[in-house]
């Protein structure tokens, strides 16, 4: 995946030396971006602007960032881990 189709990202935090990243991929599509990867052999493997660095999918976003992403109004995609779609007003 290029960042040519990112529209925008927003920091989130930083937990134990990893940053997390909230990227908009489209209007109802969003992923949570993690630098450094804590695989180099992740096959999520992404690069966003000068960060490389891997999508994390639900199960592995620390609650603190789920925390953030509940108040951001975004939760996880069922059909698939790696998406966060915006919850309904």
């Given at each position: ?64 960032v789920r925390g953030w992403l ?5 939760k996880a995609d069922p059909k698939?881990?790696e998406i966060l779609i915006p919850?309904?007003?």
């Open positions: 995946m290029t960042t040519k189709n990112i529209l925008l990202w927003e920091y989130i935090r930083e937990i134990r030396g990893q940053k997390y990243i909230l990227v908009k991929k489209t209007d109802k599509e969003y992923f949570v971006f993690r630098t450094p990867a804590q695989s180099e052999k992740s096959q999520n493997q992404f690069s966003l602007e000068n960060w490389e660095g891997e999508i994390v999918p639900w199960g592995g976003v620390p609650a603190k509940a108040r951001k109004k975004v698939k881990q919850e309904r007003s």
